[in-house]
């Protein structure tokens, strides 16, 4: 069979991964695909950068606009990243009958319905396993392998840089602002690290996961979306005592009104597989009703594991290229016609435990008060610290971690503690999670 030709648009790290990849493993990959897969053209935005791979067959220019319509190409591969440009390529590469691979969860996350509309309108494939997660295939094993269950839970590390900086402060005893200091230093943090550490990149993420879990529409804009800036080293100590672990999780969830979708610091129970992953190591776990929990680890990031998802991707186009649309694998797991709107839950009605910390007057009887609020709400009390002060003149603290309850009674009970004559500073809250293993 004639080769698969694909043209790059992105020859940096991930795109030269690929080109190296594809030549050191060629014969293999040719063996899997059934033909050949030859990357012939690439765009990049600058012809004076030295790359990082041999670039003598292939054809690279700055015109990416000319490689999405070249009739001689069959998969357009785009790894320029970011939002428009990108969204504006694939768009044209789908009406020009090009299939799709991308490791732009960007561009899935915020245009994905509209993309996928489009290559199911035109016959063609998107193939986005590189997205998520790098290496790890998690899009494959929600789509394909556990597609017989109907998933409960998703639930993960899904940013590596977010992971390495709670890491740090547990393990070195650094505050926030030198974890990322290191973490850009040993080039797992951007100069302006936004997307990792305030969690847009998980939110991206989770928006798919949740997707191809629950057949619900790509929803991005309605997670709720909290970072790790704020993360008292205190609170990493209280947490450890009490029996957790502080990780920064995407969390998608049936519950009984709804789907929530979430991105935020969760105290995790330290014998859980998600607290002992360090590092820039992702992991994801995935609950169905049948299988019960599976678990997905590894490289979430970096040339080689980015390129072994893009490469993955590109050897399953090449095996559907010779399928009818209609027998191929569906974009977001569910037929088009059967994904369906669910609820999407606003934080308020969040139903899981919570952990706060509330410093007060150190007096006879706050303690008491505190919880008598909690049992008139009907939250249930899980676990209690009580720090003394370390004089006199200093506050107590009081740290409580509850029974899974709405997150809006919660904060209700939190509104009436902060109310509290005794009470000195505000209330500092994190959510809590247990999950199987």
């Known amino acids: 069979?004639?080769?698969?030709?694909?043209?790059?648009?992105?020859?940096?790290?991930?795109?030269?991964?690929?080109?190296?990849?594809?030549?050191?493993?060629?014969?293999?990959?040719?063996?899997?695909?059934?033909?050949?897969?030859?990357?012939?053209?690439?765009?990049?935005?600058?012809?004076?950068?030295?790359?990082?791979?041999?670039?003598?067959?292939?054809?690279?220019?700055?015109?990416?606009?000319?490689?999405?319509?070249?009739?001689?190409?069959?998969?357009?591969?785009?790894?320029?990243?970011?939002?428009?440009?990108?969204?504006?390529?694939?768009?044209?590469?789908?009406?020009?009958?090009?299939?799709?691979?991308?490791?732009n969860k960007h561009l899935i996350a915020l245009h994905g319905n509209e993309i996928f509309a489009a290559a199911?309108?035109?016959?063609?494939?998107?193939?986005?396993?590189?997205?998520?997660?790098?290496?790890?295939?998690?899009?494959?094993?929600?789509?394909?392998?556990?597609?017989?269950?109907?998933?409960?839970?998703?639930?993960?590390?899904?940013?590596?840089?977010?992971?390495?900086?709670?890491s740090q402060m547990k393990f070195e005893g650094v505050t926030f602002e030198q974890a990322l200091a290191e973490a850009q230093k040993l080039g797992f943090a951007e100069a302006d690290p936004t997307f990792d550490v305030d969690g847009i990149d998980a939110a991206h993420k989770l928006a798919i996961l949740g997707s191809i879990a629950f057949g619900i529409p790509l929803s991005f804009d309605r997670i709720v979306t909290d970072g790790i800036r704020g993360i008292a080293a205190d609170d990493i100590e209280y947490a450890e005592e009490l029996g957790y672990r502080v990780k920064h999780l995407g969390i998608a969830q049936r519950q009984e009104t709804g789907v929530a979708m979430r991105v935020h610091p969760t105290l995790v129970p330290e014998r859980a597989l998600l607290a002992n992953v360090e590092g820039e190591k992702n992991a994801i776990m995935v609950h169905g009703d049948a299988v019960g929990p599976t678990a997905y680890y590894g490289a979430g990031a970096g040339a080689g594991a980015t390129a072994s998802a893009v490469v993955a991707d590109l050897i399953d186009t090449a095996r559907m290229m010779s399928v009818d649309p209609s027998g191929r694998v569906p974009h977001l797991a569910f037929q088009p016609d059967q994904i369906t709107e669910e609820p999407i839950l606003e934080s308020p009605d969040?139903?899981?435990?919570?952990?706060?910390?509330?410093?007060?007057?150190?007096?006879?009887?706050?303690?008491?008060?505190?919880?008598?609020?909690?049992?008139?709400?009907?939250?249930?009390?899980?676990?209690?610290?009580?720090?003394?002060?370390?004089?006199?003149?200093?506050?107590?603290?009081?740290?409580?971690?509850?029974?899974?309850?709405?997150?809006?009674?919660?904060?209700?009970?939190?509104?009436?503690?902060?109310?509290?004559?005794?009470?000195?500073?505000?209330?500092?809250?994190?959510?809590?999670a247990e999950f199987e293993d």
């Open 1 to 103: 069979m004639e080769p698969v030709k694909v043209g790059v648009l992105g020859l940096g790290t991930v795109g030269a991964g690929v080109v190296n990849l594809l030549a050191r493993n060629g014969d293999e990959i040719t063996r899997r695909a059934g033909r050949e897969i030859r990357v012939t053209r690439a765009a990049v935005r600058s012809l004076d950068r030295t790359r990082d791979c041999e670039t003598g067959a292939i054809d690279i220019g700055t015109d990416a606009r000319a490689i999405v319509e070249d009739p001689n190409i069959d998969v357009v591969l785009e790894l320029i990243g970011g939002d428009e440009l990108a969204y504006e390529l694939v768009m044209a590469a789908i009406a020009n009958g090009k299939h799709v691979v991308t490791a």
């Open 120 to 166: 199911d309108e035109a016959g063609v494939v998107v193939s986005f396993e590189a997205a998520v997660a790098g290496g790890i295939p998690i899009i494959k094993a929600i789509r394909e392998s556990l597609a017989a269950n109907r998933i409960e839970w998703v639930a993960g590390i899904i940013n590596g840089t977010g992971n390495f900086i709670l």
């Open 350 to 432: 969040f139903v899981c435990g919570h952990y706060f910390r509330v410093q007060v007057a150190d007096k006879t009887g706050v303690m008491a008060e505190i919880t008598r609020m909690l049992a008139e709400l009907e939250i249930g009390i899980e676990a209690i610290l009580q720090k003394d002060p370390p004089t006199a003149e200093d506050d107590a603290r009081v740290i409580i971690v509850t029974k899974p309850a709405r997150e809006g009674t919660l904060h209700e009970a939190l509104d009436h503690i902060k109310a509290l004559p005794t009470t000195r500073d505000g209330v500092v809250h994190y959510r809590v």
